[in-house]
């Protein structure tokens, strides 16, 4: 089946940076788009980022455009989220996504397998 093993995740202060890794496994790794969501405590997964299968096309929340970005590496079957200019309000569990159709999309429950999610913590 589907695994997806996020890492990277971690404590660092506002304006700082992390970079997010996701491992794929069990699937074909260039024939699905991948995503990164979001969900802080109490709050609903949200949509961060999106990259099609090629790596050609990607989609961002605009609370985050411009400051990360999403890129795929097809031949190590991972996908990657760069994090900068971090601030509190990015503080929550990171979870990569799969999924076999298309589009890019941002609903949570249309994506197809997750991974556990890693933690991001921004201090002030």
């Known amino acids: 089946q589907v695994q997806l093993v996020e890492s990277g995740g971690g404590l660092v202060q506002a304006g700082g940076s992390l970079r997010l890794s996701c491992a794929a496994s069990g699937l074909t790794f260039s024939t699905y788009t991948m995503g990164w969501f979001r969900q802080a405590p109490g709050k609903e997964r949200d949509f961060v980022a999106g990259?099609?299968?090629?790596?050609?096309?990607?989609r961002y929340a605009d609370s985050v455009k411009g400051r990360f970005t999403i890129s795929r590496d097809n031949a190590k079957n991972t996908v990657y989220l760069q994090l900068n200019s971090l601030n509190p309000e990015d503080t929550a569990v990171y979870y990569c996504?799969?999924?076999?159709?298309?589009?890019?999309?941002?609903?949570?429950?249309?994506?197809?397998?997750w991974g556990q999610g890693t933690q991001v913590t921004v201090s002030s």
């Open positions: 990259i099609s299968r090629s790596g050609g096309s990607t």
């Open positions: 996504a799969a999924d076999r159709t298309i589009p890019i999309l941002t609903t949570a429950r249309t994506w197809d397998s």
